[in-house]
């Protein structure tokens, strides 16, 4: 990939890459931290990578550092999931935003990577199973799963509300 290339991959797909790691870690600093290190990882391969595969690639390597991000905060906290940081961070405080955070926040981050992956940034199934390394069938399954898991939860503060 030459440097034009590259710096058309920065600018296209910098704000979706930032969003993704930002709603996966729910911190700011993590999410920025995780973007520069996928591209500075994709200039580093910028000869294996072909410009085709490189949005996949960027995305793939986001989703596994913030799963390495998850995993690290789980050891730390005793419990505790995301913190609502993103919202407050980077969008105005609302309940229904807060309550839809709080529904993400039941999910393990892989079912949590898949909905924000499909629902959130729009990619298919195909696309989805490129970024993560599981097959259409397993993204569209865990997605099913993850699914019912937030309409459960969605009804039940629904009916609270």
Avoid at 92 to 101: A, C, E, H, V
Avoid at 121 to 127: A, C, H, L, S
Wanted: include cysteine.
């Amino acid at each position: 990939m030459d440097t034009f290339g590259y710096n058309a991959c920065v600018q296209e797909w910098a704000d979706a890459l930032f969003r993704f790691a930002c709603k996966c870690t729910g911190n700011r600093e993590e999410a920025q931290d995780i973007v520069q290190n996928c591209f500075a990882i994709l200039w580093e391969k910028r000869n294996q990578v072909t410009i085709e595969k490189a949005k996949a690639f960027l995305f793939q390597l986001a989703y596994r550092k913030s799963v390495d991000h998850f995993r690290r905060i789980q050891k730390v906290r005793t419990g505790e999931a995301f913190p609502d940081q993103v919202v407050a961070d980077t969008m105005p405080s609302t309940d229904l935003k807060r309550i839809l955070n709080q529904a993400l926040d039941l999910l393990d981050e892989k079912d949590r990577a898949l909905v924000l992956l499909r629902d959130y940034e729009g990619y298919n199934y195909e696309e989805i199973a490129q970024i993560t390394g599981l097959s259409a069938s397993q993204v569209k399954v865990y997605l099913f799963r993850a699914r019912k898991v937030l309409k459960e939860y969605l009804v039940s503060v629904k009916s609270v509300l």
